[in-house]
C-alpha cells in the first residue's frame, strides 16, 4: 500500500503531467476461452488472492492448497491479482513468472483463471496501480505458460452450461496515482466499455452460475474499506467509486463476485447495496493483514490469518469452504457460505 506522505509528493510531480485525454473510441473486446475441467455436474475451484510474495507465506499457503486438492480434488483455480510484489514484470521472460506461479502451483495441474492487481499494475511506487503494462506481460504469460489462463485483461471463461466466469481489471478503477493511459482512469472511455461489456457478457449468459473476478473488493471490512470509500483518500480517482460502479452493473445478475486486495478471507450475503449478488475475499494466500476496520455483517471472516477459498459448485447449490493455514502447516477448513439454486 502506497502512503499518504509519499503520495502526496508523487501527486504533486505527476498530475500535471498526466492531465486527461482521450485517443478516440476504446473498446473492450468479448474475449472467451473455454476450459473443460472435471464432470460437467461438478466443478471444484480453489481460489487464491494476493499470492505473490514469495516469501514462507506464500508458500506455506501453497503446500496447503496442493494437499486439500490431492485429498478432495481440484478442477480450476483462481487468481485474483497481485500475483506480484512489489511490482509486476513488464517482460514475460522474467523469471518472477517462474518463481511465483510455476514453482509453486505447477504441481496442482489445473488451470488457473487470473486477474491483474494494483500491485502487478506499479509504475512509480509498488501498488500504484498507474501502469497496465504489467497487466500486458501476464496477457503474453498465458500464451507461454497454459495453466496461466489469461487471454486479456478483461474476459470471460464457460465451463460448459454449470458455470461462467467473467474477469475483470479493476486496478486502473483505483489507482493511488494518475494512470499513464488517460482514457483507462475511472469515467474515462475504457472504464465506461469494460462495465458495458461485463454487464452484457454476465445478463447474456446462459451459464447456471455467473461468477465475476476481480482485485478490489466491493465490501470489505478490512483496512481498504468498501469500494467508493477506499482508504480514505483525497481524490476521487484513488476511492474505487468506478469499481463500485462496475460491480453494480451486475448486480442481481451474477451470483458471485470474488475479490482480493484485502489480505484476508471474508464472505458475504446480498447486501442492500447490491441485492441478489453474493461477494467474497480471499486475498490472504501470500500475506496476512491486520485486524479488521469495518463492521458489516459477514457469514464468515478470517483475519490475521493465511489462507484460500474452496468452491464446491452443482447445478442445486455453491457451498463456499474457507481454509485457514497456522504457522506449522495445520489446515482448518469451515463451511462459509451454501448458497442454493431452485
Not at 501527486?11 to 473455454?34: H, R, S
Not at 461489456?197 to 465475476?212: K, T
Request: proline share 8%; hydrophobic share 45%.
Amino acid at each position: 500500500m502506497l502512503h499518504r506522505g509519499a503520495l502526496g509528493v508523487l501527486l504533486t510531480a505527476v498530475l500535471g503531467a498526466c492531465a486527461p485525454t482521450l485517443q478516440g473510441p476504446v473498446t473492450v473486446p468479448d474475449v472467451q476461452v473455454d476450459v473443460k475441467p472435471g464432470p460437467a455436474d461438478h466443478l471444484r475451484v480453489v481460489v487464491m488472492g494476493d499470492q505473490g510474495t514469495g516469501t514462507e507465506v506464500q508458500r506455506r499457503v501453497a503446500t496447503a492448497m496442493r494437499a486439500v486438492c490431492l485429498r478432495d480434488g481440484c478442477d480450476l483455480g483462481v487468481a485474483l491479482g497481485d500475483n506480484f510484489y512489489p511490482a509486476g514484470p513488464k517482460d514475460v521472460n522474467s523469471p518472477l513468472f517462474q518463481a511465483r506461479f510455476a514453482d509453486a502451483y505447477g504441481p496442482l495441474g489445473v488451470p488457473f483463471l487470473v486477474v491483474p492487481g494494483n500491485h502487478d499494475e506499479s509504475w512509480l511506487v509498488g501498488g500504484d496501480g498507474a501502469d497496465a503494462r504489467g497487466a500486458d506481460a501476464e496477457v503474453a504469460y498465458s500464451r507461454v505458460n497454459p495453466q496461466w489462463v489469461m487471454p486479456a485483461r478483461s474476459y470471460r471463461a464457460p465451463v460448459g452450461a454449470l458455470a461462467e466466469f467473467f474477469a475483470v481489471d479493476t486496478a486502473p478503477l483505483a489507482a493511488y496515482l494518475p494512470g499513464l493511459r488517460p482514457a483507462e482512469r475511472p469515467g474515462g472511455a475504457w472504464d465506461l466499455a469494460q462495465r458495458a461489456w461485463l454487464s452484457g457478457a454476465v445478463r447474456g449468459s446462459g451459464a447456471r452460475w455467473r461468477l465475476v473476478l476481480g482485485h478490489h473488493p466491493l465490501f470489505s471490512n478490512g483496512a481498504h474499506g468498501n469500494a467508493g470509500a477506499y482508504d480514505r483518500f483525497p481524490f476521487a480517482f484513488q476511492q474505487g467509486g468506478a469499481v463500485r460502479d462496475l460491480y453494480a452493473s451486475v448486480c442481481g445478475a451474477a451470483d458471485l463476485l470474488l475479490s482480493g486486495h484485502v489480505h484476508a478471507l471474508e464472505v458475504f450475503a446480498p447486501q442492500p447495496e447490491c441485492p441478489g449478488t453474493w461477494t467474497a475475499v480471499s486475498g490472504a494466500a501470500g500475506e496476512v493483514g491486520g485486524d479488521p476496520a469495518g463492521s458489516r455483517l459477514a457469514t464468515f471472516a478470517a483475519f490475521g490469518q493465511p489462507g484460500f477459498l474452496r468452491l464446491e459448485i452443482t447445478p442445486a447449490e455453491l457451498v463456499i469452504t474457507a481454509y485457514t493455514v497456522a504457522a506449522d502447516g495445520t489446515v482448518t477448513a469451515r463451511e462459509a457460505a451454501r448458497i442454493r439454486k431452485g
